[in-house]
T-cell receptor, first 114, second 112 residues
Framework: SAVISQKPSRDICQRGTSLTIQCQVD?????MFWYRQQPGQSLTLIAT?????????ESGFVIDKFPISRPNLTFSTLTVSNMSPEDSSIYLC???????????FGQGTRLTVV | GENVEQHPSTLSVQEGDSAVIKCTYS??????FPWYKQELGKGPQLIID?????GEKKDQRIAVTLNKTAKHFSLHITETQPEDSAVYFC???????????FGTGTSLTVIP
């Protein structure tokens, strides 16, 4: 399976600022996704990162708060904008070669907003 | 939409014993069911998966069973070892979409 490098691995940010998380896959993947994982909880899909077009957001997540880029088949970024303490969470990038195939994950970004 | 439930939320077993984690799903259109292991500070890693045309799949100490009629699937770990201690997530997805619906996770502790 492919390897995803995600950075930063962790960060502590001031409220009101923005953080951009980068996700690099070592091979081309059809689909890339961004998840949020609250401590001790399951994974919640934020959006599907579409190559060359706007991301597809899940209910409760909006582009102004979580802008996403995907300029090619191996790279994507997620920005957490105008952060508040409620945004403190683990953010995970995921890649998938095709529907109904393995989804593999980056190691996550642990974000703390103070 | 799909709803995946997972039980138990925590599980402690003695080393060498077996561990079983169960998941149910609601949408009969789901046809791909992966299991992920997440160690502290790491992203989830796929450990085994099963498709709806198969009832059981085994990989060394790990096996997954699927009952499509009852809409449930289970993870079985035999001869557990301390390094099996982690959080395990089940998931379900459909051919018509690409979203994974995750269970709530099971924290497994293997006691040496």
């Amino acid at each position: 399976s492919a390897v995803i490098s995600q950075k930063p691995s962790r960060d502590i940010c001031q409220r009101g600022t923005s953080l951009t998380i980068q996700c690099q896959v070592d091979s081309q993947v059809t689909m890339m996704f961004w998840y949020r994982q609250q401590p001790g909880q399951s994974l919640t899909l934020i959006a599907t990162a579409n190559q060359g077009s706007e991301a597809t957001y899940e209910s409760g997540f909006v582009i102004d708060k979580f802008p996403i880029s995907r300029p090619n088949l191996t790279f994507s970024t997620l920005t957490v904008s105008n952060m508040s303490p409620e945004d403190s969470s683990i953010y995970l990038c995921s890649g998938q070669g095709a529907v109904d195939t393995e989804a593999f994950f980056g190691q996550g970004t642990r974000l703390t907003v103070v | 939409g799909e709803n995946v439930e997972q039980h138990p939320s925590t599980l402690s077993v003695q080393e060498g014993d077996s561990a079983v984690i169960k998941c149910t799903y609601s949408d009969s259109a789901s046809n791909y069911f992966p299991w992920y292991k997440q160690e502290l500070g790491k992203g989830p890693q796929l450990i085994i998966d099963i498709r709806s045309n198969v009832g059981e799949k085994k990989d060394q100490r790990i096996a997954v069973t699927l009952n499509k009629t009852a809409k449930h699937f289970s993870l079985h770990i035999t001869e557990t070892q301390p390094e099996d201690s982690a959080v395990y997530f089940c998931a379900a997805s459909q051919s018509t979409g690409n979203q994974f619906y995750f269970g709530t996770g099971t924290s497994l502790t293997v006691i040496p």
